[in-house]
């Protein structure tokens, strides 16, 4: 809506002592579509305000009783209804007389006896401005309420988020709670098998001992130390990665030399490796360093070696080979065993995930011990048949 629209909408109160006066402007200011009150007083003009809502005084200087100054000191000084604008009407239009009519608080003046045109001019350019004022005054009503209930919808959805952060950090506070009671839960249950496996391992090496010339029980004493071999990595596995996932182990990255590593875990599978009569051949610089927790990058290459050895037939090979590309090293481990299964290579790196073949049946703690190691040590652990055999191979940063 402009003000065009609006024009006839507006109210002019018109003050002067002189009905002529009076009459004269209502006929000028109706012609124009204005609603015009008229108030021959101060103390008249001051009824009108207190009841009609004005939007425009033109109000007269020279007045018996209330003059037109005390008037306008009145309408200022009254917070409803000094934002109305004031022409004063006057005869005096020397410069002195114009500064104390702004003073008294006019937005205009128009000298006597005035000019029609110069008249309606001011007049609709006093009410313009009032329009915009008061549609700006509307909108900042809109925009207030607007940021008013936005606040009030932020304080809720804060209140909410609070409440949700608090459910949370008690949600959080349980599951540690919890990871507390598997990890005590694990420690148990490891220490309980290991204190009677100890000494079934230690009973076992006796009974080798003592019946070597018996052949009729060999096998049931190897199948025996083999079962308490598994329980032992199992354990071992078992605490290891209860360490890792409960974030307790804190890594200690020293740049080793890859051959030197490798090696040692080979020697440490040595009667494995040698029970079976398998080759082991190695292709790897002496010279290539890893940045690695070396505790930890031993268990893994000790696990899948392990696991290579174990499904190797008699008289196989395994081969060894580390291969840098560009940023990046790679130590592949290759076995010619029957390799993984399908159902394996699916379930490989799932903690107590079981696999047909290659898994032995097994949990599968190895494997997924394996992977949690390579992602702390920034690398991967990667897992693939080819032809005849399986092929691991480890993923590491290059050492600079």
Known sequence: MNFIDVKKDFKVLTVDDKPSNLFVLESILEGEGYEILKAASGKEALKYLGEESIDLILLDVMMPGMDGFQT?????NDLKLNEIPIIFLTARDDKESVVQGFKHGATDYVTKPFDVDELLVRVETQLKLKYQADQLGKMNQILDQKVQQRTIQLQEKSEELAI??????????????????????????????????NAIIGSVALMEDFLQEHAEVQDCLELLKDGTD??????????????????RYVPKLKHEILHKIVKGVTEILRDSVASKNIQISMHIDAQVEVLVDQKLFDRAVLFVIQNAVEHSDHDGKIIITSIMQGDTLLLQIRDYGPGFSETALNS????????????????????????????????????????KGAEVTFVLPASS
């Open 72 to 76: 306008a000191d009145h309408i200022i």
């Open 164 to 197: 949700a952060y608090q459910n949370l950090e008690k949600a959080y506070k349980e599951l540690n709670g919890l990871d507390q009671v598997k990890d005590n839960f694990l420690k148990i249950i490891s220490h309980e098998i290991r204190t009677p496996l």
């Open 230 to 247: 598994r329980m032992e990595r199992f354990s071992n596995a078992t605490l290891l990665l209860t360490e890792l996932q409960t974030n």
């Open 348 to 387: 490989l790196f799932k903690p107590f995930g079981v696999g047909a073949v290659h898994a032995d049946q097994s949990l599968g703690l190895s494997m997924k011990t394996a992977k949690v190691i390579m992602e702390m040590l920034k690398g991967e652990i990667r897992v693939k048949n080819r032809g």
